[in-house]
């Protein structure tokens, strides 16, 4: 199993720019999460999703966007780039018994830089 | 703000030593504490974890130990290896979401 993978793993957007991250999994987990990784700010939940066809925001949602059209898969978007969003990002998933105590199991994240 | 808040930011330790690192958390609902470790360029994975129920739980050369009253819980690495030199992630949870402390490098000197 390839656990959890993510593409690209390294990107440089100018200001304005728009792209999409993808995550996949083959855990068959129906959770699935985006986190940004900022220095002295830990992990910061930015949208998640509770199964195919559903998403929800986190904790920082804003200039973000996502889908779950397919279960192994969730794709972040960013419609237009900002400095501000310079971060790594990285993708988890877990089973979906829906109580605490599961395992999120992470990608190896996508290093994102704005200019 | 951050739910969890973590200490400290960093710390260096001897080789044979013992890292200590703290967390604190007020949101009483909390009924899942993991701890993360995140080595340079990869992915967090989960080290060790605990739930409110019980004062201490260990595993190989890693503990935690949890106060409820005080609402606290620390992670202690016994006998640090150069092998442990990472980040080091304190989380709770009540469902599905986790909330993370803001992460703890630990830089164990051979």
């Known amino acids: 199993n390839a656990g959890v993978t993510q593409t690209p793993k390294f990107r440089v957007l100018k200001t304005g720019q728009s792209m999409t991250l993808l995550c996949a999994q083959d855990?068959?987990?129906?959770?699935m999460y985006w986190y940004r990784q900022d220095p002295g700010m830990g992990l910061r939940l930015i949208h998640y999703?509770?199964?195919?066809?559903?998403?929800a925001k986190g904790e920082v949602p804003d200039g973000y966007n996502v889908s779950r059209l397919k279960k192994q898969n969730f794709l972040l978007g960013l419609e237009s780039a900002a400095p501000s969003q310079t971060s790594v990002y990285f993708c988890?998933?877990?089973?979906?018994?829906?109580?605490?105590?599961?395992?999120?199991?992470f990608g190896p994240g996508t290093r994102l830089l704005v200019l | 703000q951050q739910q969890v808040k973590q200490s400290p930011q960093s710390l260096i330790v001897q080789k044979g030593g013992i890292s200590i690192i703290n967390c604190a958390y007020e949101?009483?609902?909390?009924?899942?504490f993991p701890w993360y470790q995140q080595f340079p360029g990869k992915g967090p994975a989960l080290l060790i974890a605990i739930r409110p129920d019980v004062s201490e739980k260990k595993e190989g050369r890693f503990t935690i130990s949890f106060n409820k009253s005080a609402k606290q819980f620390s992670l202690h690495i016994m006998d640090s290896q150069p092998g442990d030199s990472a980040t080091y992630f304190c989380?709770?949870?009540?469902?599905?979401?986790?909330?993370f402390g803001a992460g703890t490098t630990v830089t164990v000197r051979a």
């Open positions: 949101n009483t609902a909390f009924d899942y």
């Open positions: 855990m068959n987990h129906e959770y």
């Open positions: 999703s509770v199964g195919e066809g559903t998403t």
């Open positions: 988890a998933s877990r089973t979906g018994t829906g109580v605490s105590g599961e395992t999120q199991y």
């Open positions: 989380a709770a949870s009540d469902d599905y979401k986790l909330s």
